[in-house]
Each structure stands twice: as C-alpha cells, then as structure tokens.
C-alpha cells in the first residue's frame, strides 16, 4: 500500500502535473505564485524601485493621465494671470472720429494732447479712434459695430461732418451737451455760440443744442483736423469729468 501510495504523489502545482511543463512554463507559474512585494507601497515608490526597462509602461499605466491633467490645469491658470496682468486698463473717456479715417495721425497727436493736458497718468486709459465709417457702402458701414459699442459706453464722444453727426443723432446716438455740462458752462458757450442744433446751425437754447461746432476750436485747428467738423457727446458712464475736461482742452472761441 506504502508503495502505491507513494506512486500516486507526483510533483504538482496546482493541480498540473509539472513534469509534464516545460521549463519556461514552470518559472512563469512560479512567478504567479510569488506575493506581490509592491502592493502595500505607494506607486511613486514602486516607481523608483522598478528596473529601468520596465518605467516607461509603469509611468503610463500609472501616472500619464493624471500628469496631463496637471499640465493642462497649469496652462489654464498661467494664461488667465497673463490675460489679468496684460489686459489694458478701461478706457475713461474714448472718442471716435466717425469717417475720419485719413485723419488718423492728427486724432492721434489730438489725444496725446489731451492726455497731458488732462493729466492721465496711464495713457492707455484714453482711447482716440477713427476706424470707423458709416454710410458708404455695405462693405465699410460699420453702424452695427457703432451702435453695439455706443450702448456698451465704449463710445463716449464722437466727431465727424455735420451730415454724419445729424445721422448719428437721428439715430440717437448722441447727448445732448446739456447732459453733461454743468448748467454755467452749458451757457457759456451757448452765449459764444459754440453750441449747434440737429441742423448744424448756432443753436438758440440748450435743449436745441447737440453738439459743437469744432471750427471754433484752437487745439482741433492747431492739429490740422477738418474745421467743418461737430464734436458730440455719446454714451458717457465713467463719471463726467473727463468729458468736461475734454470740452476745456478743445480752446472753444
């Protein structure tokens, strides 16, 4: 019985007869037999102690997608305190001479005048433009994108030719004078008869008035800038100062 029995004991592992195995098929059970010496250590220190052949797949099995994650979040937060940091301060008073574009470097030289005349300290915090048109064709009439920044107080004063002003004001996208200069000023240059009507003509009481007529003005001759323009307020929202100041500077006479 002794020798039967011991017949029937054969070196097995898990049931498979491993005489039957070749030698490369008993290491890799072997191997599955082993405990696991990495799972109770964090896979940063796994990391480090794997072999070096074998880190590239560890690192992106385990840690690719989380360190994209990072990297992206990064990107996002840098970008928004660049943007912060670089973005120009809000303009306080911003002018846009309305189909004036030739005269760019003249509206130009006229905001560095007012700049230090007003004592800005930032200059970007006054904004001069003559971009934009209207009424010449479909292809350069840029009311859409007037009226949008008009409503938005980006626009707080405009020039142009008494045609383009009394179209502005028809579609009421000027102020009166009356709305923001104070009621002495107001009749100062009532009384000079700096102040026009819808028509373009002196006006005879401050509520007819809606804007100036810039051939009376020193600085906007001295800069060589048309004398058949008007000056009309807009959308004025960030205080009023700027724009009386604004008025002060043009040398009304």
């Not at 890799?28 to 480090?48: E, H, P």
């Not at 009311?143 to 107080?153: E, H, R």
């Not at 804007?211 to 058949?228: E, I, N, V, Y």
Request: aromatic residues 8%; hydrophobic residues 40%; proline residues 4%.
């Amino acid at each position: 019985m002794a020798e039967d029995d011991k017949g029937d004991e054969s070196d097995t592992h898990g049931g498979v007869d491993s005489t039957q195995l070749s030698t490369d098929q008993r290491a890799a059970i072997s191997g599955l037999a082993k405990d696991n010496v990495y799972v109770k250590q964090s896979k940063w220190t796994t990391f480090r102690e794997l072999p070096a052949g074998q880190k590239g797949t560890y690192f992106v099995q385990n840690f690719l997608l989380g360190t994209v994650v990072v990297v992206v979040a990064l990107v996002i937060v840098i970008s928004l305190v660049v943007t912060y940091l670089t973005k120009p301060p809000t303009p306080v008073f911003t002018l846009e001479a309305v189909n004036m574009h030739q005269d760019s470097e003249q509206i130009s030289a006229l905001k560095d005048g007012f700049v230090k005349y007003d004592n800005v300290k930032d200059a970007r915090r006054v904004s001069f433009g003559s971009s934009l048109n209207i009424g010449k064709n479909s292809y350069t009439d840029d009311s859409p994108k007037i009226m949008t920044q008009v409503a938005a107080g980006q626009i707080n004063a405009m020039a142009s030719d008494k045609k383009t002003i009394a179209t502005l004001n028809k579609r009421g996208l000027v102020n009166k004078p009356s709305e923001v200069l104070a009621g002495s000023e107001l009749k100062r240059y009532l009384d000079m008869g700096v102040l026009v009507d819808a028509k373009g003509n002196p006006a005879t009481s401050a509520k007819d008035a809606i804007a100036f007529d810039l051939s009376r003005s020193q600085t906007w001759k001295a800069k060589g800038l048309p004398s058949d323009a008007l000056f009309g307020f807009s959308n004025v929202k960030s205080g009023k100062d700027h724009p009386r100041a604004f008025v002060r500077y043009l040398d009304f006479k």
